[in-house]
Structure formats: structure tokens, C-alpha cells
């Protein structure tokens, strides 16, 4: 039987710009790293590769600044254009979820910065494929 559960996501990106989205999901005991572009965001072609479980635990550890966040920020005017993010996590024992449009904790770069140089790594470890051309501006997002 092949249930799908999604156990991590993470998207940012602003509206005319596109966005840059992570999924981990887990079928048959195996966690499935999935990672996309929409509109040709930062350069990365779509991806898709298994990982160990370790990996996973290394990520959701990662995650625990972000149990201290809000579930929302956002500002208070009606801006379209701007810049949103997203994070998911529900796997063993941590519930995450959190987004913002516009609008962040105080720490939140240096997380998404841990968060995607982790992801880059991840990438160039268990995917011959991974493009490296990006990098640099995935990392500054």
C-alpha cells in the first residue's frame, strides 16, 4: 500500500517573483525529499530523491527555535506583491506551523539560512542531479 504523508514543508516566495517550495514526505517507510520552483525561482529544477531517516531528524532538530514563533505574522494593510512564507512539520513528537506575508520574528533569517543551507547539503549528498547553480541566491532568500 502506498500512503503518501506529508512530514515537512517549507515555501517562500513573493507574487510576481515565484516561490521556492520543500516537501518531505513518507511512503512505505521511505522519506522523500521534494523540492520545486514555480516560475523559474531562483534557478532550481524540480527535484526528487530519497533520504535516510537520520537526515530527517537532523532537519526537525534544526526546527526548534521556530516552536517559539507565532502561528502568523502578518501586517495589518492589504499588500499583494509582497514576500510570504510557510512551514509545516508534523513528524514523532513536534507540530509546527507557521507563515507570514511581509512580516517575521525577529530570528528568522538566521533559521531559514540554517534551514536551507541544510536542504543544499542534503541535496548535493543524496542527488548526483542536485543543482548547485542557485545556491547563493537560495541562500540569501
Not at 61 to 75: G, H, S, T, V
Not at 100 to 109: F, I, L, N, W
Not at 113 to 126: A, M, N, R, T
Amino acid at each position: 500500500m502506498n500512503n503518501k504523508k506529508e512530514v515537512f514543508y517549507f515555501e517562500r516566495g513573493a507574487f510576481f517573483c515565484g516561490s521556492l517550495t520543500y516537501r518531505i514526505e513518507v511512503s512505505d517507510d521511505k522519506y522523500i525529499l521534494i523540492g520545486y520552483a514555480h516560475n523559474g525561482f531562483c534557478w532550481m529544477d524540480n527535484i526528487e530523491f530519497e533520504i535516510p531517516e537520520k537526515e530527517l531528524d537532523k532537519l526537525v532538530q534544526l526546527l526548534n527555535p521556530i516552536l517559539r514563533w507565532k502561528k502568523k505574522y502578518q501586517i495589518e494593510n492589504d499588500v499583494l506583491d509582497g514576500y510570504g512564507w510557510s512551514i509545516r512539520c508534523k513528524y514523532k513528537d513536534k507540530l509546527i506551523k507557521t507563515n507570514g506575508y511581509e512580516k517575521y520574528p525577529s530570528d528568522y533569517r538566521k533559521i531559514i539560512q540554517s534551514l536551507q543551507g541544510f536542504i543544499e547539503e542534503v541535496g548535493k549528498k543524496y542527488n548526483a542531479k542536485y543543482q548547485i547553480e542557485g545556491f547563493e541566491k537560495r541562500m540569501k532568500l
